[in-house]
């Protein structure tokens, strides 16, 4: 017993005062060759790195980010627009390997997903995309819609995004409703974003 209580001081003693520490960047041209360590503040326990490739007017842009995280799971979400791949981990400086891209091979599974006229746009899911979701949210004072594919991994996690009211996912084929929302275009890829980088 005495052995077990003195490996625990221990323990406390080598982890106290310890901050986790991740690597940093945000890379809007598809790189993060220049990353920064950074130490992280309280309440961030995880190191997260992920890569988006936004589909806007025929043409791909790759973005990738690091950062801390209060919490994060690894998988991946689309929304048609945009694709973002997650890698997640807990362990000083473990996020420098970049996430990897997005998978593009489709798995069987369709979702509804939005544009700038509808949500009624049928999304072929690939990876280990295995759910559909949908959220609500506002920006500038007007309410719109998110739909598309994630990973239950992401489904299940706790976590919580910056105006994100409500947020729902379903495991059926076209199970997100397809119903005609008024869109902001540009929410659609700030809903993508700040999932990423605004925890």
Same mark, same amino acid.
């Given at each position: ?57 025929? &043409? %791909? !842009? ?9 919490? $994060? *799971? @690894?998988? =991946? ?58 959220? &609500? %949210? !506002? ?9 598309? $594919? *994630? @990973?239950? =991994? ?46």
């Amino acid at each position: 017993m005495d052995l077990q209580i003195s490996a625990f001081l221990l323990f406390l003693l080598f982890t106290a005062g310890h901050s986790l520490s991740c690597y940093e960047c945000s890379g809007l041209l598809g790189s993060c060759a220049s990353q920064n360590v950074k130490t992280c503040p309280s309440g961030r326990s995880k190191c997260m790195s992920s890569t988006t490739v936004v589909n806007v007017v025929g &043409s %791909g !842009t790759k973005v990738k980010a690091k950062d801390c995280i209060a919490d $994060c *799971v @690894s998988g =991946s979400m689309n929304i048609g627009v945009g694709k973002t791949s997650f890698a997640c981990c807990n362990t000083d400086r473990c996020n420098f390997q970049d996430a990897p891209d997005p998978s593009i091979v489709p798995n069987g599974k369709m979702c509804y997903s939005c544009d700038d006229k509808s949500c009624s746009n049928i999304l072929k899911c690939s990876g280990s995309e295995d759910r559909c979701f949908k959220a &609500s %949210g !506002t920006l500038g004072g007007q309410s719109t819609v998110v739909k598309g $594919c *994630v @990973s239950k =991994s992401i489904c299940d996690a706790e976590t919580s995004v910056r105006d994100i009211q409500e947020a729902s996912c379903c495991s059926g084929n076209l199970c997100n409703g397809a119903q005609s929302v008024s869109q902001s275009f540009l929410f659609l890829c700030c809903s993508l974003l700040s999932f990423i980088l605004l925890h």
